[in-house]
């Protein structure tokens, strides 16, 4: 591979990066205030309320059943208006977003849902409000398995990023594209592969140790 393709290949893995980390952040940001009113309004809980319940369960799910390369076609004039643009590396983070989202708040609510309700109703015996059951009880004893949710979908968004690239979105998906497919540079497609697998193996590897590392301290 020339040194010309090694930039082009640093310079796709960096706009990956930013595509992946800025959406993840910002999905989870927003994901998780979902998945806790998600949690908290189901039957039996702290705060039941099925006309809410059901109202943004069926948003979340109506989101989620878009597959990404139609989700960002369809919101190409939302893009231009948020972002100013519909191609580039910036305008890719607002349709990964909106696919990431619900996913994650999905991944929440099921985190959530795990946690042993003897934990929750002994909270409530010493008068703990919902804040402090969410804050104190839910999210700490959830943390774990949500690190490892998230985990899951910056991966998946590691893939959806590659798709956004076929529709101009740049990063290595544009790169395998361009060159490794339109120009027939096999080289440059296994090398982009390669450093996918890399990526990948490298976030799983990161979230297993911190939600390793969190479920210990919560045994202590």
């Not at 104190?136 to 979908?153: F, N, R």
Request: charged residues 10%; proline residues 4%.
């Amino acid at each position: 591979m020339s040194p010309n393709m090694m930039n082009l290949l640093v310079k796709a893995l960096g706009e990956t990066i930013y595509m992946v980390a800025l959406s993840a952040l910002i999905a989870t940001a927003c994901g998780i205030p979902l998945g806790v009113i998600l949690t908290i309004t189901g039957k039996g809980h702290i705060k039941e309320n099925a006309a809410l319940h059901k109202t943004l369960g069926s948003l979340v799910n109506a989101l989620r059943s878009v597959p990404f390369i139609i989700l960002m076609v369809a919101i190409i004039p939302l893009t231009r208006l948020v972002v100013g643009s519909s191609i580039g590396t910036t305008a890719a983070i607002l349709p990964l977003t909106i696919s990431c989202t619900p996913f994650i708040s999905r991944i929440i609510e099921s985190s959530l849902l795990e946690v042993d309700p003897g934990v929750i109703e002994a909270a409530q015996s010493m008068g703990a409000s919902a804040g402090q059951i969410i804050w104190k009880v839910l999210l700490p004893e959830a943390m774990h398995s949500i690190v490892l949710g998230i985990t899951l979908t910056i991966i998946s968004l590691i893939g959806s990023s590659a798709m956004a690239g076929a529709l101009g979105g740049g990063g290595l998906g544009d790169l395998a594209i361009r060159y490794g497919y339109q120009r027939f540079q096999a080289d440059t497609m296994i090398a982009t592969v390669i450093v996918l697998i890399v990526l990948v193996q490298l976030v799983q590897t990161i979230g297993n140790k911190i939600s390793a590392h969190l479920n210990k301290n919560k045994i202590k």
